[in-house]
Each structure stands twice: as C-alpha cells, then as structure tokens.
C-alpha cells in the first residue's frame, strides 16, 4: 500500500507570495496517476492537477505541478485569497487497484 | 455539464446500514466509472471503493471489505453506496466522484483522476 505524506501541515503566506506544496509516496508512483485537489469549507473537492502537471479545465495557471517518481510538487505563483483552501494529493496504485490521498496541507493568508 | 446529486442526510443507530445514492446527469453514464469516498468531521479523505459502471465489477478499500456494497443502476444512472454494521467513527461526509480514464499524449499510460463530484451526504452514527 502507498502512503501519500504531504507537507507542511499549513502554510500561511501573503497575497502574491509563492506557495509550494510538498507530496511525498512511500514508493515510486506513476505520475500519470498523481492528482491535486483544492477543497474549500463544505465544499467538495474540484481538481486542480492531473497526470502530476496537467492544469485541469478552469485551473488558473498561477497554479502547476510538477515531479515523478516519490517527490510530487503544487505551486501557487501568486498566492490569490480565493486560493485560501486544503490541497490534497492523490494516486491510483494499480497492483492492487486503490486511490490514497494524502493527508492535506492547508494554506492559508498571513 | 456534468452532473453528480447524491441523496440526503441520513442519521442512523449503531449497527443499523445505510445506503447513499448519487444520481449521474449531463453525461454518458456508461463511459466513466464511479468513486465513493468520505470525509470524518475535520479529517482528510478516504477512499472507499469503485465501481466499472460498465460491468459493475467493485473494487473497495480493505478498511470497508467486509462492509461496503457499491452498485448501480444503468437505467436510472445512479450508484449507489452501502455500508453496513456502522459505528460511531463512520459519521461523514460521503461523496462521489466520476472517474476519467483517458490516455496520455504520445503514450501508452492513462491519466486516471476525479474531475466531477457531488456534493456530499452527511451520515451521522449515533445512538
């Protein structure tokens, strides 16, 4: 079983500064298979990230991702208030088939 | 647009079951499979299970196995998430999300992600 690890557990930045978000697996991931998410308050999830830097329909591109292998990245350029949400990593490990999420890393304004 | 409504909030007692369902609109039912997940007040999510719409093949999370009963009903396009023997922890939200599975460019891997998700349905275990 693949364990997502994300880090830090919140980050509290200004407007208009950078956030880098960290996911890391506990073995070597497809990154056809890595996804990002944002959820707001009693909000579902919307995708963000797919195929670990593929912007999702309406992603803003201040927003990318980047990595393979066990070292995932999400990176907001300029940090928007409407950005403020928790971002989750997630997998699909295909031997045995299961989706893991990571445990989310909430970003929030100084 | 493709749509996920999921039915409403359920309250139930211990050791009773209780079934969710997520009625699919806007698209075609057949081509894309269904992914149940939840979220426990204040904590991250959890995958629950998956069903091929195509065939109804399920696959869940060895943490619900011997629980959970995902099925579907192609005329009427609705899933459906069962969970047995419930306890206290299982009070959450629980959500489904429509599953793409759709091949990378200039490759023979797919891209598999959840781009539509409904909106939640609160389950509270309580006695």
């Known amino acids: 079983e693949i364990v997502l690890t994300q880090s830090p557990d919140t980050l509290a930045l200004s407007p208009g500064e950078r956030a880098t978000l960290s996911c890391r697996a506990s073995?070597?991931?497809?990154?056809?298979?890595l996804a990002w998410y944002q959820q707001k308050p009693g909000q579902a999830p919307r995708l963000l990230i797919y195929g670990a830097s593929y912007r999702a329909t309406g992603t803003p591109d201040r927003f990318s991702g980047t990595g393979s292998g066990t070292d995932f990245t999400l990176t907001i350029s300029r940090l928007e208030p409407e950005d403020c949400a928790v971002y989750y990593c997630q997998q699909f490990g295909a031997s045995p088939p299961e989706f893991t999420f990571g445990p989310g890393t909430k970003v929030h304004l100084k | 647009q493709a749509q996920l409504v999921q039915s409403g909030a359920e309250v139930k007692r211990p050791g009773a079951a209780v079934k969710v369902s997520c009625r699919a609109s806007g698209y075609t039912f057949s081509k894309y499979d269904i992914i149940w997940v939840r979220q426990a007040p204040g904590q991250g999510l959890e995958w629950v299970g998956w069903i091929n719409i195509g065939n109804g093949n399920t696959v869940y999370s060895k943490n619900f196995q011997d629980r959970v009963t995902i099925t579907r009903d192609t005329s009427a396009t609705v899933t459906y998430m069962q969970l047995s023997s419930l306890r206290p922890e299982d009070t959450a939200v629980y959500s489904c999300?429509?599953?793409?599975?759709?091949?990378?460019?200039?490759?023979?891997?797919?891209?598999?992600?959840?781009?539509?998700w409904g909106r939640g349905t609160t389950v509270i275990v309580s006695s």
């Open positions: 999300a429509r599953l793409v599975v759709t091949q990378r460019p200039f490759s023979p891997d797919f891209f598999r992600y959840m781009d539509v």
């Open positions: 073995q070597s991931v497809s990154s056809s298979y």
